[in-house]
Nanobody, 124 residues
């Protein structure tokens, strides 16, 4: 059974930074495309970023390009989301997710495994 556990959320002022972590256990981490999604109250869960199994290809939603960076450490079975220049509109519960194929990496429905989420709150 695959388990994903996020950590690193919290309260930060606008302009600040946070790094989210997602530890994966149960299957071979290096086979997975890893994604980050977020959901704020009353909104759909939206794609934020993803990274290929090799780590050589990354994907971002336009609203976070240049501010967020996704990375992975295969030795630690962990994927990270470094978030800089945070804005109040980044406030959401952030989820990591895993899938086995490179198809449609931005599509929420394509991901098989999900973490429980971690709250990020950005104050103005």
């Amino acid at each position: 059974q695959v388990q994903l556990v996020e950590s690193g959320g919290g309260l930060v002022q606008a302009g600040g930074s946070l790094t989210l972590s997602c530890a994966v256990s149960g299957r071979t981490f290096t086979l997975f495309v890893m994604g980050w999604f977020r959901q704020s109250p009353g909104k759909e869960r939206e794609f934020v970023a993803a990274i290929s199994p090799s780590g050589t290809t990354t994907y971002y939603v336009d609203s976070v390009k240049g501010r967020f960076t996704v990375s992975r450490d295969d030795g630690k079975n962990t994927v990270y989301l470094l978030m800089n220049s945070l804005k109040p509109e980044d406030t959401a519960v952030y989820y990591c997710a895993a899938k086995a194929t490179m198809r449609a990496v931005t599509a929420r429905t394509e991901y098989t495994y999900w973490g429980q989420g971690t709250q990020v709150t950005v104050s103005s």
